[in-house]
């Protein structure tokens, strides 16, 4: 990985997100790619995602929603993430996402970016990786543990 | 009991793996053995014939077709959506055990006609194994 970008950086986090719903929770997470220079077209992408979301909502029991996509308009497989207090609805049966991951793969991405993102996705099951998560006061913080957790 | 499982999902970087550490997690909690094929994007490692062989009970938590289907025929299975498993593994895990145990679960292939498509052998003879269009129309509504 030595000179590719993380999956993720503090500059992919929000910290106590603050959105009307989830297409906004999303855009606000897809601008933080954006100026990360991860997407190189944003309306594209989030077509994308919304794409996929329609198909099915992506919310998951334990607070958590992830839109995610395979796109041409993403260049680093990526994952932002935000946090919310009051929680943002993503479909899922027993309420709000506190936890939010907006995964972006190219669609031409390795199976070394695949398999991270794979890792992610296992780590995401477990109530105490969502709780170091939802217990973090900084970005740098959220960062610092999926990167320990998935790219150790 | 020993239990192989297949995950997938639409777009397959999700879904497909939190599925797959979502059953094995509930497999271990209730003492059973399993192994999991995730059809995901991240290359697919099928798991061995013997493994399946060996196993009790199949659990198809996919949103697409599951792949060579026709190495489980005769397995005891049962079938969900992949938002399922993740919604309720325990309860997944529960019935197919359940389901080998009382042999109330479907056998895979029992009532599918061979499919030619995406399967290096010949078409298979059909089995003789119970009511064809019974199993047939459970798996489609059931």
């Known amino acids: 990985m030595s000179d590719k970008k993380a999956l993720t950086t503090e500059a992919l986090t929000i910290v106590g997100l603050v959105a009307e719903n989830k297409q906004d929770a999303t855009r606000q997470l897809a601008e933080k790619m954006l100026a990360d220079g991860r997407l190189t077209d944003i309306e594209g992408f989030l077509e994308d995602v919304r794409a996929r979301e329609e198909q099915m909502a992506t919310g998951l029991p334990g607070g958590i929603g992830i839109p995610h996509a395979r796109s041409a308009h993403v260049t680093t497989p990526s994952v932002a993430v935000a946090t919310s207090v009051d929680g943002v609805d993503f479909g899922a049966h027993d309420g709000p996402a506190h936890l939010i991951f907006l995964i972006a793969a190219p669609d031409g991405a390795d199976d070394q970016h695949l398999h991270i993102l794979a890792a992610l996705a296992r780590k995401l099951v477990h109530e105490d990786f969502r709780q170091a998560l939802r217990s973090a006061t900084t970005g740098e913080e959220i960062a610092s543990i999926i990167t320990r957790e998935v790219q150790a | ?142």
Do not use: W
């Open chain 2, 1 to 142: 009991m020993k239990i192989v499982a297949v995950t997938s999902c639409i777009t397959g970087i999700a879904h497909t793996y939190m599925a797959a550490e979502a059953l094995e997690q509930a497999a271990k909690k209730a003492g059973h053995e399993i192994t999991v094929e995730t059809q995901g994007s991240a290359g697919s490692t099928p798991m061995s014939q013997a493994t399946i062989d060996a196993a009790d009970v199949a659990i198809f938590a996919c949103d697409l077709e599951v792949k060579q289907k026709s190495r489980f025929n005769g397995k005891p299975f049962v079938a969900v959506g992949v938002s399922k498993a993740l919604a309720d593994a325990d309860g997944i895990v529960a019935s197919a055990v359940k389901g080998a145990q009382d042999g109330t679960a479907q056998l895979v292939g029992d009532g599918e006609a061979a499919k030619p498509a995406a399967e290096p052998k010949a078409p298979k003879a059909p089995k003789a194994e119970g009511d064809k269009k019974d199993g047939f129309f459970k798996k489609l509504f059931g």
